[in-house]
């Protein structure tokens, strides 16, 4: 839910740059340990990005340390 709703205000933020002729800022959201653990989570970012219609190239994903030492080899 988090991440298509910033998807969709990233869309948003990036059509508003490119009116006002200014680089378009990004978005950072955090991923869900459990999208990890279940290899989840190219198919939600994905799935957000195409129903928020926003350019891929201003979110970054971030995880925490703890979510990365569960589940080193899916990193």
């Known amino acids: 839910?988090?991440?298509?709703r910033a998807?969709?205000?990233?869309?948003?933020?990036?059509d508003a740059a490119r009116a006002a002729?200014?680089?378009p800022i990004g978005v950072t959201v955090n991923v869900?340990?459990?999208?990890?653990e279940r290899g989840t989570v190219?198919?939600?970012v994905r799935a957000a990005l195409?129903?928020?219609g926003a350019d891929a190239s201003g979110l970054?994903?971030?995880l925490t340390e703890s979510v990365a030492m569960r589940a080193p080899?899916?990193?």
């Open 7 to 14: 998807c969709t205000e990233l869309r948003r933020w990036q």
């Open 60 to 62: 970054t994903l971030e």
């Open 73 to 75: 080899e899916r990193m």
């Open 21 to 23: 002729g200014v680089a």
């Open 50 to 52: 195409a129903e928020g």
């Open 32 to 36: 869900s340990g459990r999208q990890v």
């Open 42 to 44: 190219l198919d939600a």
């Open 1 to 4: 839910l988090m991440l298509r």
